[in-house]
C-alpha cells in the first residue's frame, strides 16, 4: 500500500475575528516594518521572514509561553499561530531559539514599539504597565501579557540589587536618593544624569549597561 498523505488547504483569515488580538499584533508590526528604521539589512537569514518571526515569537510572549520548544507546538496546533505564519511551516525549536539568540536587540526593540502603538491605540492601558516588560495588564481583558517567570525570577534579585546600585551611583556621582522617592522619580533623575554626562542608552545581549541604566 502507497503511503498517502492528506493536505488541507485551510483558509484561516475566516476563524480570526477583524477585532482578535493576534490581527491586531500581525498588522502593528506589519506598520512597524514599513517603517525606514527597521528596514536596514536584516541579520536574519532563516527560511521564514523576519517580521513574521517576531510575530509569533512576540504573540507567544502575550500568551505566556517562552520556551522555544512550547512556541514550536503553538505554532503546529494553534490556529492563530498558522495565520500569522502566512503559509510558511511551522519553525522548529531550533530554529525559535537561534533567531532570539541572533536577534536579541531588534526583539526588544519590536516589543517596545509594539507596547507603545497599543497604548496609543487605546488598546491596553498605560496604569498596569510595568516598563521593563514584566507585566501588561489590557482594559476589559483583551490582553493580558504576564511574564510570571521574570516577575517570580527577578523580582527578589531587584530588591537585593537596587541598594547596591543606588551606593555605587552615589559613590561615583554623588547622587543620594531619599528613602521614600518613587521610581519614577528616580528613573526621571538618572535619565537626567545621563544626558548630562553623555551616557548612551543601549539594549540586548552583549552590550555593557551604565549604571544608570541598570
Known sequence: MRNCQVRLNMNYEIYIEGSSPVRVLSNVIDEIYQKEEYTIV??????IPEDIMMKILIYGYMND?????KIEQLCKRDIHFM????GFGAPDHSTISRFRQKMGEQIERVFYTVVKYLLNMKEISGENLFI???K???NANRYTFVWKK????NEQKLRTKLPEILDEINYAYGVRFPENTGVSEMISTLSSLMIKFGIERVYGKGHHKSSYQN
Request: without cysteine; charged residues 25%; glycine residues 8%.
Open 42 to 47: 536584516s541579520k536574519w537569514n532563516g527560511a
Open 65 to 69: 509561553s517562552f520556551s522555544s520548544r
Open 83 to 86: 495565520w500569522l505564519l502566512d
Open 132 to 134: 521593563d516588560g514584566t
Open 136 to 138: 501588561i495588564e489590557a
Open 150 to 153: 521574570a516577575i517570580s525570577k
